[in-house]
């Protein structure tokens, strides 16, 4: 800061002023602050919707497992024709009490594929989880340079509004000697009330940005933030050209091909349910020996196997193969819609980082200093009455405008650099 103060005191008056507001101003007061990795790395471990996101995973996990186990067994446990005069088991020659085992066996294959379709959304819903680390991620960095953006127009506000607070001593003192009008010391009041509107704005902005980035963060809504009182523009890189375009890096286009095999998977899936599963079932019976010696009291044995009648299979597994080819379409066509929107958005960040990476140089090499210097000029111009006063107040009026375009500028460098870091699914070099 230092040093940035020297230069800028060589140059002139108004840069003078403007890097002394940025010394003194509380815009350095937040430095004890949360950096944007350390914010990064608590969004990634304190995001309320990314932990319910991340249980939601561990959950489709345990479905998958669920979905491969074969079904387990049934026993039962009955008493079989007893008389009901007496209920007794030796009354009866056919009287017993029995034990039935019951246990469906599903047909090779089938229990893999079941857990292949629970699989495969187990492995898309992972890929959701990365996506929306990426979208938290992408979002946090917007509001962190955002904040970084307002609070510089604060600082370049405060500043100017300091410079109008002098061009009105040097209007009261013309104004006293006769040699200013009211209206000139009128304007300049409206202007102190502009700029003070401003500052009260742009406090409004600041503690709006951070309350959604600490809520982002999961920490404290009033903890601090640290952000540069400069920031200089971020170069593109030179390799921007052969930025993927496509959505191969993107965990939305790895999820929606998850999903998509998964949809081929339930189609073959249904086409083996159509075969039922057969049920095999045991029994012992257990008898005991009648009165008058009808029955000898021998123990019986039973055993046999079921299957489902696969009636109506046009409107059960036939639909729900025919629902699942139609889902895979679906998925492959999303899918293309995808890499047009990536192809798309990064061609606009690539656009919009070039765009503002040229205005902060203009800005910066030339048209800041002139209007640094034009301020200077009409102000030692207008103390010696050789320049009007609508001249000094223009040039203030776009002095601060200037530095607000500097600065917005270089800000869209790094805004241009996260929406294109969104759109590819990867940090940019």
Not at 262 to 267: I, T, Y
């Amino acid at each position: 800061m230092i040093v940035i103060w020297r230069i800028l005191r060589s140059v002139s008056p108004a840069a003078t002023l403007i890097a002394t507001v940025f010394a003194t101003t509380p815009a350095a007061a937040d430095e004890r602050g949360a950096t944007l990795d350390e914010l990064l790395a608590a969004a990634k471990a304190k995001n309320p919707m990314l932990a319910a996101r991340a249980h939601e995973v561990s959950a489709a996990g345990h479905e998958a497992t669920r979905a491969g186990a074969w079904m387990a067994p049934m026993i039962g446990v009955m008493a079989q024709n007893l008389p009901v005069d007496s209920w007794r088991l030796d009354r009866d020659p056919m009287s017993m009490l029995a034990v039935e085992l019951r246990e469906t066996l599903p047909l090779p294959g089938k229990t893999a594929d079941r857990a292949a379709v629970a699989g495969r959304e187990a492995e898309a819903m992972a890929f959701d989880l990365a996506e929306a680390q990426l979208v938290v991620s992408g979002e946090l960095k917007s509001a962190f340079y955002e904040l970084t953006y307002v609070r510089q127009n604060r600082t370049l506000t405060a500043a100017n509004l300091e410079l109008i607070n002098q061009l009105v001593d040097t209007v009261r003192a013309k104004y006293a000697a006769s040699r200013a009008r009211q209206d000139e010391y009128l304007r300049l009041e409206m202007q102190q009330a502009r700029l003070r509107d401003d500052l009260a704005e742009i406090e409004r902005q600041d503690t709006q940005l951070l309350a959604a980035i600490n809520s982002t963060t999961g920490r404290p809504i009033d903890a601090g933030v640290h952000t540069d009182a400069t920031l200089p523009a971020l170069p593109l890189p030179a390799d921007a050209a052969t930025t993927p375009t496509g959505a191969d890096h993107r965990p939305a286009m790895k999820a929606l091909q998850a999903r998509h095999r998964g949809a081929l998977d339930r189609a073959t899936l249904a086409a083996g349910e159509a075969w039922p599963d057969p049920t095999v079932v045991a029994s012992y019976g257990i008898r005991s020996p009648t009165q008058g010696g009808m029955g000898s009291g021998t123990d019986m044995v039973s055993f046999g196997v079921s299957f489902a009648l696969p009636v109506n299979y046009g409107s059960t597994f036939g639909a729900e193969q025919a629902g699942a080819d139609a889902r895979a379409a679906a998925l492959l066509a999303t899918q293309a819609a995808l890499t047009a929107e990536v192809g798309r958005n990064v061609a606009g960040a690539r656009a919009d980082w070039r765009r503002a990476e040229k205005q902060a140089e203009i800005y910066d090499t030339a048209v800041a200093p002139a209007a640094r210097r034009v301020i200077d000029a009409v102000r030692s111009s207008y103390e010696t009455d050789q320049a009007e006063f609508i001249e000094v107040y223009e040039a203030a009026v776009a002095l601060l405008e200037t530095e607000r375009t500097l600065y917005r500028a270089r800000v869209e460098t790094y805004l241009a650099a996260a929406r294109l870091e969104l759109a590819i699914g990867t940090d940019q070099p």
